[in-house]
């Protein structure tokens, strides 16, 4: 059973950092690409960024210069890296995976970021 769990989401003032990391188990993990959306309260779920089997990454326009992902695949996870957070980042932040980049059919529950003004 393929489970992610993401972690490290919390509360932070506009300018802050935080990492968010997902642990992934019960898949070939070096196989997937692994990917971050968000979801604003009264907004659809929103793309932030994905790495894919190779490393290479992208990132939303709203996000680049600002938000980084990684993974490591000894250890099942990958992570976002977010600086110079701003209001508008604030979303339950989830991560997916798949075996082909854009089609993601695992999903974790999710972590709150909130960033005050």
């Known amino acids: 059973q393929v489970q992610l769990v993401e972690s490290g989401g919390g509360l932070v003032q506009a300018g802050g950092s935080l990492r968010l990391s997902c642990a992934a188990s019960?898949?070939?993990?070096?196989?997937?690409?692994m990917a971050w959306f968000r979801q604003a309260p009264g907004k659809e779920r929103e793309f932030v960024a994905r790495?894919?089997?190779?490393?290479?990454?992208l990132l939303a326009d709203s996000v680049k210069g600002r938000f980084t992902i990684s993974r490591d695949n000894t250890k099942n996870t990958v992570n976002l890296q977010m600086n110079n957070l701003k209001p508008e980042d604030t979303a339950v932040y989830y991560c997916?995976?798949?075996?082909?980049?854009?089609?993601?059919?695992?999903w974790g529950q999710g972590t709150q970021v909130t960033v005050s003004s």
């Open positions: 790495i894919r089997r190779s490393g290479s990454t």
């Open positions: 019960g898949l070939t993990f070096s196989n997937y690409v």
């Open positions: 997916a995976a798949g075996l082909v980049s854009g089609e993601y059919n695992h």
